[in-house]
C-alpha cells in the first residue's frame, strides 16, 4: 500500500510569492493534515480536512488555506510568502480522524515539502 | 510555556544501551498519546500510540503514560545504531470529531558503535 505522498519535495520561492503544495492521503484514508516544522517551534498544527471540508484550524494567518477534492487529495497554498515560511510542511492522513470514543485511526505522515523563502 | 514540553537532546548513547525518552504536558484534558520517530529529510513515523497510564510495549520499544503527573515516556531496549533519529511525542484530546496533535519540540537520539 503507498504512502501519503507529498510534491514537490524542494520548493525554492521569493519573499511575496505564492505556493501550492500539494498531498495524495494513503488510499482509502479520508482524512488530511497539514502541519509545519521548523527548528524552533517544532512540529505545528495547520488544519485538518476531512470529507473535502475543513474540520479543524490552527494558529496561522489567513495567508496559509487548504482544500480537500473529492478523491482525499488535498492542497495547500501559503500566498505573499514571508522569510518565516520556510520550513518543513508534512501532510498526514488517516482513516477518519478522532470522533468516537476508540481512537483507532493514528496519522501518517508523508516526507514533507521543504520550503525555502528568499 | 509550550503544552507539551520534550528535551530536545541531543543524547548519545553507546550501542545496546537503554534509551530513555521523555516529555511532560500541561493540558489534562489530553487523552492520547503518540511517539513518532524522525529520520533526517523523512516524515514522523509513528511508532506507538496509547490512551491509558500503564505500559504498553512493542518489541524493544515501551511506551509509559502517567496521567497523575502528566508525564509520559518511551524507552529504548538494546539501542541499535539505526534507532538513530529524532524521537518526537504527541498527544490529541478528544473532541467531537478531528485530528489535532500536538507535539513535542523533539529529542534527537544517536546511537553510537
Known amino acids: 500500500k503507498a504512502g501519503v505522498t507529498q510534491t514537490p519535495r524542494y520548493l525554492i520561492k521569493t519573499r511575496g510569492q505564492q505556493v501550492t503544495l500539494s498531498c495524495s492521503p494513503i488510499s482509502g484514508h479520508r482524512s488530511v493534515s497539514w502541519y509545519q516544522q521548523t527548528p524552533g517551534q517544532g512540529l505545528q498544527f495547520l488544519f485538518e480536512?476531512?470529507?473535502?471540508?475543513?474540520?479543524n484550524k490552527g494558529n496561522f494567518p489567513g495567508r496559509f488555506s487548504g482544500r480537500q477534492f473529492s478523491n482525499s487529495r488535498s492542497e495547500m497554498n501559503v500566498s505573499t510568502l514571508e522569510l518565516g515560511d520556510s520550513a518543513l510542511y508534512l501532510c498526514?492522513?488517516?482513516?477518519?480522524?478522532?470522533?468516537?470514543?476508540?481512537?483507532?485511526?493514528?496519522?501518517?505522515f508523508g516526507n514533507g515539502t521543504r520550503l525555502t523563502v528568499t | 510555556q509550550k503544552e507539551v514540553e520534550q528535551d530536545p537532546g541531543p543524547l548519545s548513547v553507546p550501542e545496546g544501551a537503554i534509551v530513555s525518552l521523555n516529555c511532560t504536558y500541561s493540558n489534562s484534558a489530553f487523552q492520547y498519546f503518540m511517539w513518532y520517530r524522525q529520520y533526517s529529510r523523512k516524515g514522523p513515523e509513528l511508532l506507538m500510540y496509547?490512551?491509558?497510564?500503564g505500559n504498553k510495549e512493542d518489541g524493544r520499544f515501551t511506551a509509559q503514560v502517567d496521567k497523575s503527573s502528566k508525564y509520559i515516556s518511551l524507552f529504548i531496549r538494546d539501542s541499535q545504531p539505526s534507532d538513530s533519529a529524532t524521537y518526537l511525542c504527541a498527544t490529541h484530546i478528544l473532541t467531537g470529531g478531528g485530528n489535532k496533535l500536538t507535539f513535542g519540540t523533539g529529542t534527537q537520539l544517536k546511537v553510537e558503535l
Open positions: 480536512y476531512f470529507s473535502e471540508t475543513q474540520r
Open positions: 498526514a492522513s488517516s482513516l477518519e480522524g478522532v470522533g468516537s470514543r476508540s481512537y483507532n485511526s493514528p496519522l501518517h
Open positions: 496509547t490512551y491509558s497510564s
